[in-house]
């Protein structure tokens, strides 16, 4: 009786073992849907989200400048101090009628180590990294727009400009009007910085100032 109720079994089991594999094997990974990483901070506050879209007119732009090899700028605590810091220029950058971007750059030899430090900071709208101070990043926001005695990381930078994209009169892309707001040099700066509000020159954004005007 024990081996006829086991034999009854199996083939009830069995056929309901090898369906479901059967199905499991030919469902479509395509048919699985995506998990959005985002960057969440220890209080698990989500992150900067980047638009993703084409803008015009007035721009605020939030430039992180790090590297893999700053003790200082590994700290455990500044990823979510740079992610608090996007999101409160976000809205202000809103409460003057103008987009914002943020711009992740690692002042790095390596690439790929660039890359690694970077990705601790939560999304970015632009990266840059690669060939340390002869990099795109490291020559523009970094070495030759700066005295030496302020080229130290981590640094967040305040760009104001105005982006402009095609139309039937203008079909090309441009940057213009391009000057540095604030630049705020060190981890103590920075958090001072964002415990004020973060605040920026009032509008209108030093219209007459020069792309390297330094306000700490």
């Known amino acids: 009786m024990k081996k006829t109720l086991h034999k009854r079994s199996w083939f009830i089991i069995a056929p309901l073992v090898f369906l479901g594999a059967f199905i499991l094997g ?76 943020a711009i992740g750059v690692s002042i790095d030899w390596n690439v790929d180590n660039g890359l690694r430090h970077l990705s601790k900071f939560g999304l970015f709208d632009e990266i840059m990294t690669g060939r340390k101070w002869l990099g795109q990043g490291g020559r523009q926001y970094f070495w030759e727009s700066l005295p030496s005695t302020l080229r130290a990381t981590p640094q967040v930078i305040v760009v104001a400009r105005t982006v402009t994209t095609p139309t039937q009169l203008n079909p090309n892309y441009s940057i213009s009007n391009e000057r540095v707001l604030v630049r705020k040099t060190g981890i103590v700066s920075i958090t001072n910085w964002l415990e004020q509000g973060t605040p920026l020159p009032k509008k209108p954004a030093l219209p007459d100032a020069s792309p390297l005007s330094l306000h700490n």
């Not at 084409?54 to 101090?81: K, Q, R």
């Open 26 to 101: 030919r469902v479509p990974t395509t048919a699985i849907l995506p998990v959005e990483h985002r960057f969440m901070d220890r209080a698990g506050t989500k992150g900067y989200l980047p638009s993703y879209a084409p803008v015009s007119g007035d721009e605020i732009v939030m430039v992180y400048v790090g590297s893999s090899t700053c003790g200082f700028a590994n700290g455990p605590d500044v990823p979510a101090l740079i992610e608090r810091t996007k999101l409160a220029l976000r809205q202000e950058a809103l409460s003057r009628d103008a987009t914002f971007s």
